[in-house]
């Protein structure tokens, strides 16, 4: 019978002795390691006869567990004399400045949005939102953009590669679209209105949404991006008229821009879905390369808008004798580069940081220089 307590004594002792993690993974290497001196044994035990190994195995398994058992041991209080060790002779010194944190910063962008949701849900408007990737139809069709009207080569469209269906999808040029949607569900719920008579609605009107979101054109200088955001606006109620629309974007540009009110006018404009279409303008001053909104003679143009087509309306089942609309649409980042005095919008867009920590905002700045707190 072949005794193993020479070897077992050996590796205690050794063991015992490890004055360090090293030390002692290296003795567990000798002995349990892929060809370590226990290992070798175990290996052996296919060699013997059933006999032998009914009497080695034991001796054998048994002295691996001790060996391991003692080498776990030992590693938990090398461990524990290292961290005392490190405890002992570290010290953290309280009296240090921390050192300064980085705080991101607000987008220009994601402001002047927070902004104007802020003026338009103070006017009574909720959010409405559609789809990036848009069809046709909700672009340009139901919009009332003739097949093959120039409008649609003006809008630089990103068309999409061919679906299975043989239909092209496009990103939308604009946030209109969304108008085609927003009545479109209000057209679901207009025959229930008939037979039980209109809803009480808190006595709002059945539309009256702000649409803001990414749009795309294959367009790039100083004031055009392939992407960029718009902001679309859009009323629809009976007898809706054109002093309507003059209000709610006069009372926008004041309270946005942070003037009294400011003199606008209405230059006759075209775009499809609208008639009478026009842009209205803000009286400005330009000193430079800044503009200053509410003082001096000359006009900027600031947002396209017009009363909805009444194709447009039918186009989304609504019965232009019964029902009137106003829409607008905005370039946000435009009105963010106005009021923040931004030169080029492509820098908007460039990921710089530099230029967001130049340009960007405290997130717990709330609008209008008020903590927010009130
Ligand atoms: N969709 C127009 C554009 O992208 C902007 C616009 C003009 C929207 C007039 C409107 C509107 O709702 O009434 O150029």
Known sequence: MTDYSELARALDERIAAATDLAALEAIRVEALGKSGSISELLKSLGRMSPDERREQGPLINGLRDGVAAHIARRKAALEAAELDAKLAAEQVDLSLPPPPARRGRVHPTMQVLDEMIAVFADLGFSLAEGPDIEDDFHNFTALNFPPKHPAREMHDTFWLPENERGERKLLRTHTSPVQIRTMQRLNEKLPGWIANGPPQNNGQPPIRVIVPGRTYRSDSDATHTPMFHQMEGLVIDRAIHMGHLKWTLDQFIARYFETPLVETRFRPHHFPFTEPSAEMDVKCE????????????????????GMVHPNVLRNCG???????????GFGIDRLGMLKYGVPDL?????????????????????????????
């Open 346 to 374: 492509r820098d908007m867009f460039s990921s710089d940081v530099r230029w967001l920590e130049h340009y960007g905002f405290s997130a717990f700045q709330a609008p209008n220089g008020s903590t927010g707190l009130s």
């Open 286 to 305: 330009r000193s430079g390369a800044e503009i200053k909104i509410g003082q001096g003679n000359d006009w900027l143009e600031i947002v396209g808008c």
């Open 318 to 328: 609504l019965d232009p004798d019964v029902w009137q609309g106003f829409a607008f």
